[in-house]
């Protein structure tokens, strides 16, 4: 959800492909834009907001899920801006069914509601590579909008695999977990959403304390962890300042106006720490990593798929005092740029298909299984 916050992606950020969108362009052609929201003043706005870009053109416009389908067949564009609350059939459906029909680079347009936000959150899960906010008050809203044409340059380049040809997943119940007393810290952006439901996924009820750190505005961090605690086994939430990490608790960082650390007492406890963007963010990847040096030989440091390079410094300094450091691979990534970073800084130990990480979490903070080797597995 980096879209109402996030900066223009660098080509090298984003894992390339034939999978990124269903037509085809060479680097001169303009990334093909196709907008889709029952409101002729909102599909104005966007289509003002990206004028005077000559690498954007829009190519067509759709009012429901039925024109959006038809003028996906016929324009096929590059990527869709799309509506969450539509007539007949809501953006939702309509995203679900895309991703499995005809998998495509989607930026969701939402309001910051409570319901917009759950929304949001639910359009990300199934896929939508990022989600801007929905301007209020009509034009004079549109300023809103001012970063959309970085969105979508960075959306267009983003790899976006079919939901019926996901990585396979592990076979197999799950193993029994004890604990060693090691810490998890986990990092996202850019396709986070999904990415760390994958992992979360195969967590068990007594999982190892895992701190997680996703680049997501505060209002629709407060839904992805009431989301994500009823769907999965821990008790998974937002982090709250003090208290010692637990077995069997999942913390996100809050975000608004704070990072979240661990303190340098022997017995670490959760810190939100105020202070201002770092690498562009707050909540910040390298913040957290680096605030738990002091720990590293007990830590277990985790990057997923996201734009830019917030966490590859910080997880740098985590590997060189003990800890053991796992990046998203690139052919799972959405983007592929902060663990490409961590990867070229010397951060990583060892590069994993999604599908594969939380299996290997799991054997380093307590299974008997034997973890694996970090040999030849990075890049």
Wanted: charged share 20%.
């Amino acid at each position: 959800m980096t879209g109402m916050i996030s900066r223009m992606a660098r080509q090298s950020d984003v894992a390339p492909g034939a999978d990124t969108a269903p037509g085809t362009r060479g680097a001169d052609v303009p990334i093909r834009v196709l907008i889709v929201d029952d409101s002729p003043v909102m599909r104005q706005l966007i289509r003002h907001s990206l004028a005077g870009h000559p690498d954007i053109t829009v190519v067509a416009e759709a009012a429901n899920a039925r024109e959006a389908r038809d003028a996906v067949n016929r324009y096929r564009p590059d990527v869709m801006t799309l509506d969450v609350e539509m007539p007949e059939m809501d953006g939702l459906e309509f995203l679900r069914r895309l991703m499995k029909a005809r998998p495509m680079p989607v930026v969701m347009v939402s309001s910051l509601t409570e319901r917009g936000s759950k929304a949001a959150i639910r359009a990300l899960s199934l896929g939508a590579v990022e989600c801007i906010a929905k301007p209020k008050g009509g034009a004079h809203g549109a300023p809103l909008f001012r970063n959309l044409d970085g969105i979508l340059r960075m959306a267009a380049r983003a790899r976006v695999r079919n939901r019926r040809q996901q990585s396979p997943q592990p076979q197999g119940g799950p193993a029994p977990f004890s604990w060693n007393g090691k810490y998890v810290l986990i990092g996202s952006s850019t396709g986070g959403v999904e990415a760390l439901e994958t992992v979360l996924s195969s967590y068990p009820k007594n999982c190892p304390p895992t701190l997680i750190t996703q680049h997501m505005p505060a209002q629709f961090l407060v839904n992805f962890a009431e989301r994500l605690n009823k769907k999965f086994a821990p008790h998974i939430q937002l982090a709250r300042d003090g208290g010692e990490p637990e077995q069997g608790n999942v913390y996100i960082a809050p975000g608004g106006d704070t990072h979240l650390v661990l303190s340098q007492a022997e017995r670490p406890v959760l810190v939100l720490q105020p202070g201002p963007k770092q690498t562009g963010h707050r909540p910040s990847v390298d913040v957290m990593f680096s605030s738990a040096r002091k720990h590293a030989a007990r830590v277990i440091g985790v990057l997923l798929t996201g734009m830019g390079a917030d966490g590859a410094e910080g997880m740098r300094q985590l590997r060189e005092n003990g800890a053991f450091c796992i990046a998203q691979n690139r052919e799972s990534c959405v983007v592929y740029g902060m663990p490409r970073v961590a990867c070229e800084k010397g951060g990583v130990d060892l590069s994993l298909d999604l599908s594969r990480i939380a299996d290997e979490i799991l054997s380093r903070t307590g299974r008997s299984a034997t973890p694996m080797q970090s040999t030849n597995m990075v890049g």
